[in-house]
T-cell receptor, first 114, second 116 residues
Framework: DQQVKQNSPSLSVQEGRISILNCDYT??????FLWYKKYPAEGPTFLIS?????DKNEDGRFTVFLNKSAKHLSLHIVPSQPGDSAVYFC?????????????FGTGTLLAVQP | NAGVMQNPRHLVRRRGQEARLRCSPM?????VYWYRQLPEEGLKFMVY????????ESGMPKERFSAEFPKEGPSILRIQQVVRGDSAAYFC??????????????FGQGTRLTVV
């Protein structure tokens, strides 16, 4: 039962353009959503998060949008840079759960072409 | 300030052996989470520990797996009588605060366990 889904296993984008990574969830009982970035042979690194009471959070080149009615969130990276090439995981925190007890999606591999 | 340290980075075990994975949290962090990533899958929560206490082990398999976080020393994830299906990357994360304080966790580089 995959509660957090990333349906695109990979995405290729030209340097300087926008990268849009998508994530869907099936359960309304999440109160916090996060995006992590992972390079090969390294652990995930926290990128940006959003509370379920918000619909947008921005941090530099990274913006996360949350559409609760559609149970959908997306990560926008503008402009994309070759160093952004990595696997991106979205994660959700169940209401009432511990801060970092998260449910992860399967990840999207982003390749930014120079 | 060193990050979350996991060792070994790579571990090879024969079926039936025991695997011990170690995690030293960041300095000042007293909350530790273990996750497992199977091939082609996302990270799956296993267990949440504070010093000397298991807070939530709802993601741990019922048999062969155990975890501890003693007062002194690293957190240990122990897998007894390993089977091929245990082959995965095991990640540890630590945070300074715990429940509901909205503090991100910092992940270690993981231990890649291969069972042959």
């Amino acid at each position: 039962d995959q509660q957090v889904k990333q349906n695109s296993p990979s995405l290729s984008v030209q340097e300087g353009r926008i990268s849009i990574l998508n994530c869907d969830y099936t359960n309304s009982m999440f109160d916090y959503f996060l995006w992590y970035k992972k390079y090969p042979a390294e652990g995930p690194t926290f990128l940006i998060s959003i509370s379920s009471i918000k619909d947008k959070n921005e941090d530099g080149r990274f913006t996360v949008f949350l559409n609760k009615s559609a149970k959908h969130l997306s990560l926008h990276i503008v402009p994309s840079q070759p160093g952004d090439s990595a696997v991106y995981f979205c994660a959700a925190r169940p209401i009432g759960g511990a801060t970092n007890k998260l449910i992860f999606g399967t990840g999207t591999l982003l390749a930014v072409q120079p | 300030n060193a990050g979350v340290m996991q060792n070994p980075r790579h571990l090879v075990r024969r079926r039936g052996q025991e695997a011990r994975l170690r995690c030293s949290p960041m300095k000042g962090h007293s909350h530790v989470y273990w996750y497992r990533q199977l091939p082609e899958e996302g990270l799956k929560f296993m267990v949440y520990l504070q010093k000397e206490n298991i807070i939530d082990e709802s993601g741990m398999p019922k048999e062969r797996f155990s975890a501890e976080f003693p007062k002194e020393g690293p957190s240990i994830l122990r897998i007894q009588q390993v089977v091929r299906g245990d082959s995965a990357a095991y990640f540890c994360a630590s945070s300074p605060l715990g429940h509901r304080e909205n503090t991100e966790a910092f992940f270690g580089q993981g231990t890649r366990l291969t069972v042959v």
